[in-house]
């Protein structure tokens, strides 16, 4: 038999170790300054204008004044005359009615007698209402300053920090050759 060398290999192994890196990041808040300035209302209002008209009470209660009195008084002529001209019509049927018996001429005679003279409204007439009043109220006056917000904002970078990760390599297993020689037997 021919002898043999025995060669035994081992392979190298390479570890490797690593760790990420890692990042902190801290971001501070922004700062505000706020100013606010109100807004300003101003409303003036003057008292508006009253008026009372008090004139029919006064012609109701004394007469008014003299003129608005003769307006009065004249502007009822009419209706007497009318009512004169109308009874006087009357009259003149009852005393030509010949159908009657009567002699209407003393009846006629003592009833103008007791009548009078005519009714006139002297005085304006009495009522709840103679009092107008009228109210003009004025304009107001409003004045509005506006007011108003002002905002500063202080915004602060974010601040970053890097720690680095790191990479090991190393030899785990370092790679060998054994080569055994073949036993020789010298003595045979």
């Not at 009065?72 to 209706?79: A, G």
């Not at 009078?116 to 709840?128: E, K, M, N, R, Y």
């Not at 107001?140 to 890097?162: F, K, M, S, T, W």
């Not at 370092?174 to 036993?183: A, G, L, S």
Request: net charge negative.
């Amino acid at each position: 038999m021919v002898p043999f060398l025995s060669i035994q290999s081992q392979r190298g192994l390479i570890g490797i170790e690593s760790q990420l890196g890692q990042y902190q990041i801290r971001r501070p808040k922004p700062e505000l300054a706020v100013q606010s300035t109100p807004t300003v209302i101003t409303a003036t209002n003057r008292p508006g204008d009253l008026r009372i008209d008090q004139s029919l009470t006064n012609d109701a209660l004394t007469g008014g004044k003299a003129e608005a009195f003769w307006n009065r008084i004249y502007s009822q002529y009419k209706q007497v005359a009318q009512q004169n001209i109308q009874h006087i019509v009357e009259k003149g049927n009852r005393m030509g009615d010949l159908t009657n018996n009567d002699n209407p001429i003393p009846e006629l005679a003592l009833s103008d007698f007791i009548e009078g003279a005519p009714d006139l409204q002297v005085f304006g007439f009495a009522s709840l209402a103679n009092v107008e009043f009228q109210y003009t109220p004025n304009d107001i006056n409003l004045q509005v300053d506006v007011g108003r917000v002002d905002i500063q904002a202080q915004v602060h970078r974010p601040e970053i920090q890097y720690e680095r990760g790191n990479v090991n390599v190393y030899m785990q297993q370092y790679p060998k050759v054994t080569i055994t020689p073949p036993e020789i037997n010298i003595i045979a």
